[in-house]
């Protein structure tokens, strides 16, 4: 059985950072694509970064609202996955989830993107940035 397991949400004042964590466990974690949703009230769940089974070129992709600002990582030794939030807006402020599909993150040139084409969801942490 899968698991994921978000940590290091928060509330945070705007222009401040926080780092989100996610463990994983029962799967081959290097073998997945590993990736960071958030949803607020009322919005539709939104990719906010990916990061593909191997460290190289062009390995991650990040919402055009957070690039610059968010960072992510992974540790295929330790199993974990991690977000960098710097420069937190209050439109950051969301359930992040941590999510992961069985191979790549890319295919024939598309990134899987939508959050239908993740299979494995943690339970999410919440991020709150105030103004």
């Known amino acids: 059985q899968v698991e994921l397991v978000e940590s290091g949400g928060g509330s945070v004042q705007a222009g401040g950072s926080l780092r989100l964590s996610c463990v994983a466990s029962?799967?081959?974690?290097?073998?997945?694509?590993m990736a960071w949703f958030r949803q607020s009230p009322g919005k539709e769940r939104e990719g906010v970064a990916s990061i593909d089974i191997y460290n190289a070129y062009r390995s991650t992709r990040y919402g055009d609202s957070v690039k610059g600002r968010f960072t992510i990582s992974r540790d295929n030794a330790k199993n974990t996955l991690d977000l960098q939030m710097n420069n937190l807006k209050p439109e950051d402020s969301a359930l992040y989830y941590c999510?992961?599909?069985?191979?790549?993150?890319?295919?024939?040139?598309?990134?899987?993107?939508?959050?239908?084409?993740?299979?494995?969801w943690g339970q999410g942490t919440q991020v709150t940035v105030s103004s």
């Open positions: 999510a992961a599909r069985r191979g790549n993150c890319v295919s024939g040139g598309r990134w899987y993107w939508s959050p239908s084409t993740f299979s494995h």
């Open positions: 029962q799967f081959t974690y290097s073998a997945y694509c």
